[in-house]
């Protein structure tokens, strides 16, 4: 069975312009949750997707911003990038919102802003 | 709010020898998961266990088990026979069970090193 799949993994920005991550959650899994990991911040929630609805969102600005698909895929977009965005995001699945089952994680986006 | 804490920065252990990674947490709640993950140099962030409040059988996978301690909030992770596969950066977290949904609280990890 295939995991959480996200691309690309790595990404080379410049300060104003706009980022879109992908994330293919393990087949069956609705359920599709994105963090940020920083040296100084560490890991922070961003949001969760599930049945194609924002669930739950974390303390971030609206440049941030995600989508989920009818296939369960996500994309996190970010606009008007700044140097602080540059970190690696992490997505996550699980069954359901309502499952008492653990997360699955992808290997992350490295995005790095110039 | 909740919030996690790992107070350890950095640990080292030899190979075949016991570790143990300290863990405490805050909250008000009743109903919570505590869980270790481990995230190796590949960056993968992978799930070493797991451990429901509501059961106060101590959680064991193989090497690795916790101590949890409900009233002291606290959740430490033992590995025994530390194998050099173990080095990585361990964090432990905190998800509602109150709240629904997926969201974990991380703290903010512990990089540990197997020395051989």
């Known amino acids: 069975k295939a995991g959480v799949t996200q691309t690309p993994r790595y990404l080379i920005k410049t300060r104003g312009q706009q980022v879109t991550l992908s994330c293919s959650p393990i087949?069956?899994?609705?359920?599709v949750s994105w963090y940020q990991q920083t040296p100084g911040q560490g890991l922070q929630f961003l949001f969760e997707y599930f049945s194609e609805t924002q669930r739950n969102k974390g303390n971030f600005p609206g440049r941030f911003s995600g989508r989920q698909f009818s296939n369960s895929r996500s994309e996190m977009n970010v606009s008007t990038l700044e140097l602080g965005d540059s970190a690696l995001y992490l997505c996550a699945s699980r069954r359901d919102f309502y499952s008492n089952q653990p997360q699955h994680f992808g290997d992350g986006t490295r995005l790095s802003i110039l | 709010a909740q919030t996690v804490t790992q107070s350890q920065p950095e640990m080292s252990v030899q190979e075949a020898e016991t570790v143990t990674l300290s863990c405490t947490y805050d909250?008000?709640?009743?109903?919570?998961?505590l869980f270790w993950y481990k995230q190796p140099p590949s960056r993968q962030m992978i799930l070493v266990i797991r451990?429901?409040?509501?059961?106060?059988q101590n959680a064991t996978e193989n090497r690795f088990s916790v101590n949890f301690q409900k009233a002291a909030k606290s959740f430490s992770l033992k590995i025994s026979d530390s194998q050099l596969g173990d080095a990585a950066m361990y964090f432990c977290?905190?998800?509602?069970?109150?709240?629904?949904?997926?969201?974990?609280?991380f703290g903010e990890g512990t990089q540990l090193t197997v020395n051989p």
């Open positions: 451990q429901e409040a509501y059961k106060q």
């Open positions: 977290a905190y998800r509602s069970e109150e709240t629904s949904g997926s969201r974990l609280t």
């Open positions: 909250t008000s709640e009743s109903d919570y998961y």
């Open positions: 087949s069956g899994h609705r359920s």
